[in-house]
């Protein structure tokens, strides 16, 4: 699919892969196209992208409020941007497994802009599922059956 300059591809699963875009530059079309990509995909991937702290942060307002992360360290000059940090020897995932981000929060963010510094040659990969499809791939004896279930999230 093609919208504007925008050339956006489906990924696997959730996500799609949108180029044809400079982030620090964006179109207010593009910005929706964008809005309604992650509205409808879950995900949205962008490579090769240069942005600078300050533009990361003007990247992620015009898509929503910014929700600053209350457990990871801030960069001291922009509290905006937190640290998602590995040292070497980490071999597990940040959270140790599959997890929601800020499920516990009364209103969730939007999403997060990731931006990656620095990369090792393999592994490092950030992995998403698509709960919704999870869902509508139950029977509906599951559905049924974990209807009236309600879920604690707590932080």
């Keep these: ?22 982030l620090t530059r964006a179109s207010e079309a593009e910005i929706a196209a ?29 898509l929503a ?36 981000d800020h499920s516990y929060d009364e209103a969730p963010a939007m999403g997060s802009v990731l931006l990656a510094i620095q990369t090792p040659p393999s592994g490092g990969d950030t992995l998403f599922a698509d709960m919704y499809a999870a869902y509508e791939g139950l029977s509906d004896e599951l559905k049924a059956r974990i209807a009236p279930l309600k879920a604690h999230h707590a932080s």
């Design 1 to 22: 699919m093609t919208t504007a300059t925008l050339d956006i591809r489906a990924t696997g699963g959730c996500g799609a892969q949108i180029d044809g875009v400079d």
């Design 34 to 62: 964008i809005k309604e990509v992650v509205a409808q995909r879950g995900v949205a991937f962008f490579h090769d992208q240069m942005m600078s702290p300050e533009a990361q942060i003007a990247f992620a307002r015009r």
């Design 65 to 100: 409020p910014i929700v600053v992360n209350r457990y990871f360290p801030k960069t001291e000059k922009y509290p905006e941007i937190a640290k998602v940090e590995k040292t070497e020897d980490q071999k597990t995932n940040i959270g140790g497994g599959w997890h929601t």
